[in-house]
């Protein structure tokens, strides 16, 4: 990688897609295969999830683990990151969120101040969403997470100080994940209208 696509990198926040989950819902839910090698159009959905974040233009990681919980899970994908300017944190069952969330997300992230912990949660008609964008300063919090809590202790923090923003957006893609097999098939109807819609 040269210089200026370095610097570029540098200077935005990395998408951090988990992938390193058991995926035990699914298969109980009737499934016969890990949810992320689930078919969703001719793509499997962890290729649906890569194919949005490349799209978006940012830096992106994939984390495989294994990891004992997601606060693992998320510690090293930030490590692998550490030089990014923040993170967008997002679990790679979630196929359809937008390109432009992303892109959203991202910047409404270079207007914080980095080097204040701050957090920007995504609702979809009042229901948490992801991917959750944490500035550079959550870096050591993050590094330190364990567990299968994920980041919701650094979400706690910041909304005690006051430092947790609300962005209300209008894209399903935040909150379907196919963790089960009738999420799934939830999932493959929003991508067909998709389709038809282009």
Not at 95 to 100: D, E, K, S, Y
Not at 112 to 117: C, G, K, N, R
Not at 130 to 139: C, E, I, K, M, S
Request: proline share 4%.
């Amino acid at each position: 990688m040269n210089q200026e696509v370095l610097a570029n990198a540098t200077a935005l926040p990395s998408v951090l897609i988990l992938a390193a989950g058991r995926g035990e819902r699914f298969r109980a839910s009737g499934g016969d295969t890990h949810k992320l090698q689930a078919m969703l159009g001719d793509r499997t959905v962890l290729q649906t999830t890569i194919a949005a974040v490349q799209a978006s233009g940012l830096p992106w990681h994939v984390e495989y683990g294994p990891h004992p919980g997601m606060g693992e899970s998320i510690a090293a994908a930030v490590s692998a990151t550490s030089r990014a300017n923040g993170w967008l944190i997002l679990p790679a069952d979630l196929p359809l969120v937008q390109t432009r969330t992303l892109q959203t997300l991202a910047a409404q992230l270079g207007q914080l101040d980095a080097d204040l912990l701050q957090v920007i949660q995504p609702f979809y008609h009042a229901q948490k969403g992801h991917p959750v964008a944490f500035t550079r300063a959550a870096l050591r919090s993050l590094l330190a997470l364990h567990g299968d809590q994920g980041a919701s202790c650094v979400v706690k923090a910041a909304a005690q100080s006051q430092a947790l923003k609300r962005w209300d957006c209008d894209d399903l893609g935040c909150v379907l994940d196919v963790d089960t097999v009738s999420a799934l098939e939830q999932a493959r109807q929003l991508l067909r209208q998709r389709l038809q819609d282009i």
